[in-house]
């Protein structure tokens, strides 16, 4: 059984070197920018060129979070960002942006690519097809099951990283838009303000129905290793340096007991599951996502408050790189000194020693003023002395040759970990000439009560059948039928899967889709799992649209996902105008309305009070300042999905946006009656909709 890597959190240059001194064997931080913990501390780029040197000299690594979306213009500061810590031996990079996957793919060989958390990853289709894009280890969603995890590290074959200790997300990671919609604040940019954590009203009353536990794994450390994790991860940028020593601490413990003692016998003491109570927690720990899809355990209850107490936990502290020395000071020889670190050594050398006048320098003087290595990264433990009697050395030369052969000694251990930089400047991304045509509609469709307005609109092109139009009791029959009487309209039929894709959800539509007579015209995906999904059909790529939350932001990604044979996108939702009219449109979708999805959730709030009868129920919930969102529960998925109160219309826009170069506009249509359909398809919504125009106007930080 591997004993995995504990990977811990550097928020700040001090927490980052104390987490390697309590056991850490990587350390993940951020810089200044592109960072998904923007307001987290940070380092600065000479602080991450220490910390690498730090990292290395004691067995570490360091990967450097740049896993925010990037725009257009971001792009060439977003790559430059890595030229110095690349040469200085960074070990790897955690993105989420596809385009600057690319870029940083193609400018930096050797480094070592991890798909973030952020790229919502559920599933070995998914994991295959970032292995394939290049990167060596993906990052799991929290949400997954031991056997999930287990099923992806076994038929990707790629090594995975596994969430083990930290704050738990309500939303699946990378498909929450509730910050952003609410106060332009963007979880994809690092920025979220934590809304789900606020109370809401829901069933008549008053509570935390978004607000989790914290993780805590260290009970299971066993079953997580034979599932195949490579990597466990503590969460924790924002918090304070003590809280992740501490963390690290226990971690650290366990899996040293683990690799000592095996699984048989496993067990915790109290006074370690204390320790980290104590070190902060939210009402409690939770480790039910690893045995179950959801549980009303995990709630962190009546208040999210964060408790911490950190009494009584003294740091560890390194004591540097254990080396022994040699000093050799002879007649007729020049004076030597030398420092070994395992199979490697340097060496200082100064002038012939002089014969004694009064004092000779004594051994024991010697031994005395090399004493430690001072401020270096070393550690002496052990010192040979060869000292010939009757000679002197001033004790500026002792010192001068320690500093030397201490310099020396860490350029040679870091040598192997540097890289030769290179002159490159960021080309242009290469995107198929779009020759402009007047653009065309089409329509997302939820509900099957709104399928025949549908089919009866002469302007639409396309149809979008939703995951949620029907049951899947219902779609191996009605599915086909609705796909035939599309066609028969004179329109494609499109099926828009789930944007979150687990194992159960794969298994099931690889049986609906098995036969070619199931099979739709083309699909909408959300998710690199979806893209998996299609890819393992076999399906064209040209007939396959990525929706929004693919998150093609720039060029540079619209150009990535192209070189894969899709050339079909739809415009994020986080975007404003100008830079959506600062990226090429030829082959984009742009919804000009409809109710935007901003959260989905493994836990459910019907069923987290009791309520879950599998009837597909629809509500509303109020937040503090008594806006109403809707939350339909996707019963199938078993999957919560929150939307904003407010509908996106940009149909007062449509005028000047026929002038610009889309493929083609979207109606959304969820919750709407055949009526409202009516009369958003005559471009008129409803008289009572609260309408708004989302990021169009704003954007996000």
């Given at each position: 059984?591997?004993?995995?890597?504990?990977?811990?959190?550097?928020?700040?240059?001090?927490?980052?070197?104390?987490?390697?001194?309590?056991?850490?064997?990587?350390?993940?931080?951020?810089?200044?920018?592109?960072?998904?913990?923007?307001?987290?501390?940070?380092?600065?780029?000479?602080?991450?060129?220490?910390?690498?040197?730090?990292?290395?000299?004691?067995?570490?690594?360091?990967?450097?979070?740049?896993?925010?979306?990037?725009?257009?213009?971001?792009?060439?500061?977003?790559?430059?960002?890595?030229?110095?810590?690349?040469?200085?031996?960074?070990?790897?990079?955690?993105?989420?942006?596809?385009?600057?996957?690319?870029?940083?793919?193609?400018?930096?060989?050797?480094?070592?690519?991890?798909?973030?958390?952020?790229?919502?990853?559920?599933?070995?289709?998914?994991?295959?097809?970032?292995?394939?894009?290049?990167?060596?280890?993906?990052?799991?969603?929290?949400?997954?099951?031991?056997?999930?995890?287990?099923?992806?590290?076994?038929?990707?074959?790629?090594?995975?990283?596994?969430?083990?200790?930290?704050?738990?997300?309500?939303?699946?990671?990378?498909?929450?838009?509730?910050?952003?919609?609410?106060?332009?604040?963007?979880?994809?940019?690092?920025?979220?303000?934590?809304?789900?954590?606020?109370?809401?009203?829901?069933?008549?009353?008053?509570?935390?129905?978004?607000?989790?536990?914290?993780?805590?794994?260290?009970?299971?450390?066993?079953?997580?290793?034979?599932?195949?994790?490579?990597?466990?991860?503590?969460?924790?940028?924002?918090?304070?340096?003590?809280?992740?020593?501490?963390?690290?601490?226990?971690?650290?413990?366990?899996?040293?007991?683990?690799?000592?003692?095996?699984?048989?016998?496993?067990?915790?003491?109290?006074?370690?599951?204390?320790?980290?109570?104590?070190?902060?927690?939210?009402?409690?720990?939770?480790?039910?996502?690893?045995?179950?899809?959801?549980?009303?355990?995990?709630?962190?209850?009546?208040?999210?408050?964060?408790?911490?107490?950190?009494?009584?936990?003294?740091?560890?502290?390194?004591?540097?790189?254990?080396?022994?020395?040699?000093?050799?000071?002879?007649?007729?020889?020049?004076?030597?000194?030398?420092?070994?670190?395992?199979?490697?050594?340097?060496?200082?050398?100064?002038?012939?020693?002089?014969?004694?006048k009064k004092e000779p320098l004594r051994e024991s003087v010697l031994r005395e003023k090399t004493g430690t290595l001072g401020d270096t990264a070393f550690t002496l433990q052990n010192l040979t002395v060869e000292l010939e009697d009757g000679l002197f050395i001033p004790l500026s030369v002792i010192k001068g040759l320690k500093r030397e052969a201490a310099a020396a000694l860490e350029?040679?251990?870091?040598?192997?970990?540097?890289?030769?930089?290179?002159?490159?400047?960021?080309?242009?991304?290469?995107?198929?000439?779009?020759?402009?045509?007047?653009?065309?509609?089409?329509?997302?469709?939820?509900?099957?009560?709104?399928?025949?307005?549908?089919?009866?609109?002469?302007?639409?092109?396309?149809?979008?059948?939703?995951?949620?139009?029907?049951?899947?009791?219902?779609?191996?029959?009605?599915?086909?039928?609705?796909?035939?009487?599309?066609?028969?309209?004179?329109?494609?039929?499109?099926?828009?899967?789930?944007?979150?894709?687990?194992?159960?959800?794969?298994?099931?539509?690889?049986?609906?889709?098995?036969?070619?007579?199931?099979?739709?015209?083309?699909?909408?995906?959300?998710?690199?799992?979806?893209?998996?999904?299609?890819?393992?059909?076999?399906?064209?790529?040209?007939?396959?649209?990525?929706?929004?939350?693919?998150?093609?932001?720039?060029?540079?990604?619209?150009?990535?996902?192209?070189?894969?044979?899709?050339?079909?996108?739809?415009?994020?939702?986080?975007?404003?105008?100008?830079?959506?009219?600062?990226?090429?449109?030829?082959?984009?979708?742009?919804?000009?309305?409809?109710?935007?999805?901003?959260?989905?959730?493994?836990?459910?709030?019907?069923?987290?009070?009791?309520?879950?009868?599998?009837?597909?129920?629809?509500?509303?919930?109020?937040?503090?300042?008594?806006?109403?969102?809707?939350?339909?529960?996707?019963?199938?998925?078993?999957?919560?999905?929150?939307?904003?109160?407010?509908?996106?219309?940009?149909?007062?826009?449509?005028?000047e946006l026929k002038k610009e170069r889309f493929r083609s506009f979207r109606y959304t249509f969820t919750f709407e009656s055949a009526e409202e359909v009516e009369a958003v398809l005559k471009n008129a919504p409803p008289k009572d909709a609260l309408l708004t125009k989302g990021l169009y106007k704003r954007g996000v930080e």
């Open positions: 059984m591997q004993i995995p890597e504990l990977l811990a959190p550097g928020g700040s240059l001090e927490a980052a070197k104390a987490v390697i001194d309590a056991g850490a064997n990587a350390v993940y931080t951020g810089l200044s920018r592109f960072s998904a913990r923007a307001y987290a501390v940070n380092l600065q780029e000479e602080e991450l060129t220490e910390l690498l040197h730090y990292a290395h000299l004691h067995g570490a690594s360091v990967h450097l979070t740049l896993n925010t979306l990037i725009k257009n213009r971001e792009m060439e500061e977003a790559l430059m960002l890595l030229k110095t810590p690349y040469e200085e031996g960074l070990d790897a990079v955690i993105l989420q942006d596809h385009g600057l996957f690319s870029v940083v793919k193609k400018a930096y060989p050797g480094l070592s690519l991890h798909a973030s958390t952020q790229m919502n990853l559920c599933s070995a289709g998914g994991a295959r097809f970032l292995k394939e894009r290049g990167a060596e280890r993906v990052v799991l969603g929290r949400e997954l099951s031991l056997e999930e995890i287990s099923a992806i590290k076994r038929e990707a074959e790629v090594e995975v990283e596994v969430f083990c200790h930290g704050a738990l997300c309500c939303s699946y990671s990378g498909t929450c838009l509730l910050s952003a919609a609410l106060g332009g604040r963007s979880a994809n940019r690092g920025r979220c303000a934590g809304p789900c954590r606020l109370p809401y009203e829901a069933f008549g009353k008053k509570g935390y129905p978004f607000s989790l536990k914290d993780l805590c794994t260290i009970r299971h450390l066993p079953e997580i290793a034979r599932a195949g994790a490579d990597s466990l991860k503590i969460e924790g940028r924002h918090k304070s340096k003590e809280y992740a020593v501490r963390v690290t601490e226990v971690y650290r413990k366990y899996l040293d007991r683990l690799k000592e003692e095996g699984p048989d016998g496993y067990t915790v003491d109290e006074k370690d599951i204390e320790a980290l109570l104590q070190s902060g927690n939210r009402n409690g720990f939770t480790d039910r996502y690893l045995f179950v899809h959801n549980d009303a355990s995990m709630n962190s209850g009546d208040s999210p408050s964060y408790e911490v107490q950190m009494e009584n936990l003294p740091a560890k502290k390194n004591d540097g790189v254990p080396v022994e020395g040699t000093w050799t000071v002879k007649r007729g020889e020049r004076i030597s000194f030398v420092l070994k670190c395992n199979d490697t050594e340097a060496k200082a050398e100064g002038d012939i020693p002089s014969e004694a350029k040679k251990l870091l040598a192997p970990f540097r890289r030769e930089g290179k002159e490159f400047f960021v080309e242009q991304p290469t995107l198929t000439p779009y020759e402009w045509i007047e653009p065309f509609f089409t329509a997302f469709c939820s509900k099957e009560e709104q399928l025949p307005l549908l089919l009866a609109e002469n302007k639409l092109r396309r149809i979008y059948l939703s995951f949620l139009c029907f049951s899947r009791a219902e779609q191996a029959l009605k599915l086909p039928e609705a796909f035939e009487k599309i066609r028969r309209s004179g329109m494609e039929a499109y099926f828009a899967l789930p944007p979150v894709l687990r194992k159960n959800d794969i298994d099931y539509y690889r049986t609906l889709f098995q036969t070619k007579e199931n099979l739709p015209d083309g699909f909408l995906v959300a998710s690199c799992d979806g893209i998996g999904f299609v890819k393992a059909l076999d399906f064209p790529a040209e007939n396959v649209v990525l929706d929004q939350g693919l998150y093609v932001w720039s060029d540079y990604t619209k150009a990535a996902f192209e070189a894969l044979g899709f050339c079909y996108d739809t415009v994020p939702a986080e975007l404003k105008q100008a830079e959506i009219m600062h990226r090429e449109n030829g082959g984009s979708e742009l919804v000009i309305y409809g109710r935007q999805a901003l959260m989905h959730t493994a836990n459910c709030i019907w069923k987290n009070k009791g309520k879950c009868k599998k009837e597909y129920p629809s509500t509303t919930i109020t937040d503090r300042k008594q806006e109403k969102l809707y939350v339909r529960a996707a019963c199938d998925e078993c999957m919560n999905i929150l939307y904003n109160g407010h509908c996106v219309s940009l149909l007062p826009e449509l005028p």
